[in-house]
């Protein structure tokens, strides 16, 4: 538990590393949420190859690695009603932002942008009050 | 090239959000909940992603295109409007509800269990209706400029 922080710091790295290689060979902002909205809406047309490819890597390579954990718990909650309006808020949102933590957050901050540092304190500000009220206001998860 | 390097870069993210632990929702549910057992293990995700980003790009403000010869990004917009505070206000909820944004919710897709899928899918389906949302926003309360911000 206490090592945490450091397996934090290095997985930062990679996730850095990625945002680096999907900016500086494909010309692109490595944004989750603007990678698969742009499939969705159909808005990446142009680009859909390289879209299905980076989700590809996202999809496929963690499970590769799985084995080297004992476990590898998600504590993810049960509760189909908070799964569904968990994601659908997520979905609306992060498009409708334009941006995720991937987007906004890693490369916006960086790239110390306006919107992506806005956008970063809003969703802190939206998930920080959402997860104290339903949790301590209202027991619900 | 292209299509190798996209899933390099997908491949990187999905394995250190994996080693990072940022696959488990109650890392990121412990950062939110400033008032339980508080997990600061984000904000050194988020360092680690940041800083070395910040020398990546000074390196691409200098290109005109990428190392594989496309395009780089330009032409941000600068804008901060109602979409980008209100969207974000609303993912961030859905962020704490579940303890997953879009990226970890993809990369534990194939490992993860049902909860996984059905999160995404319930994720895909908001992004599905974002663009009508958007023009109903639009109408009920247009920007003066008479631009919309996408």
């Known amino acids: ?141 | 090239m292209r299509n190798f390097t996209a899933f390099l870069a997908g491949g990187l993210f999905g394995a250190g959000l994996l080693v990072a632990g940022m696959v488990d929702t109650a890392k990121v549910q412990g950062w939110l909940d400033v008032f339980g057992d508080w997990d600061p293990t984000l904000a050194f995700v988020m360092g680690g992603a940041v800083l070395p980003m910040m020398g990546v790009w000074r390196i691409a403000a200098r290109r005109k295109t990428s190392y594989l010869g496309l395009p780089m990004p330009g032409d941000f917009p600068q804008l901060v409007d109602r979409n980008l505070v209100l969207g974000s206000l609303l993912f961030g909820a859905g962020w704490g509800l579940a303890g997953l944004c879009p990226g970890p919710a993809l990369g534990a897709l194939a490992f993860g269990g049902w909860q996984f899928a059905l999160f995404v899918l319930a994720m895909g389906a908001g992004m599905a209706l974002t663009p009508a949302l958007r023009g109903l926003l639009q109408r009920l309360d247009p920007p003066p400029t008479g631009q919309d911000d996408a």
Request: proline share 3%; with cysteine.
């Open chain 1, 1 to 141: 538990m206490h090592q945490d922080w450091i397996w934090g710091l290095v997985g930062g790295l990679m996730i850095g590393a990625g945002a680096a290689v999907y900016l500086l060979l494909n010309g692109r902002i490595m944004g989750a949420s603007g990678i698969l909205g742009g499939l969705i809406d159909g808005s990446g047309r142009d680009t859909t190859p390289e879209r299905f490819a980076f989700l590809a890597g996202l999809i496929v390579v963690p499970p590769l690695l799985v084995p080297l954990y004992k476990v590898v718990d998600t504590h993810v909650s049960s509760n189909i009603g908070v799964l569904i309006l968990a994601g659908l808020l997520v979905g609306i949102g992060t498009r409708l932002a334009n941006g995720c933590t991937s987007g906004h957050g890693v490369c916006g901050i960086s790239r110390l942008s306006l919107r992506g540092i806005v956008a970063t304190v809003f969703y802190l500000l939206g998930g920080g009050l959402a997860l104290v009220i339903a949790r301590h206001g209202l027991g619900l998860i």
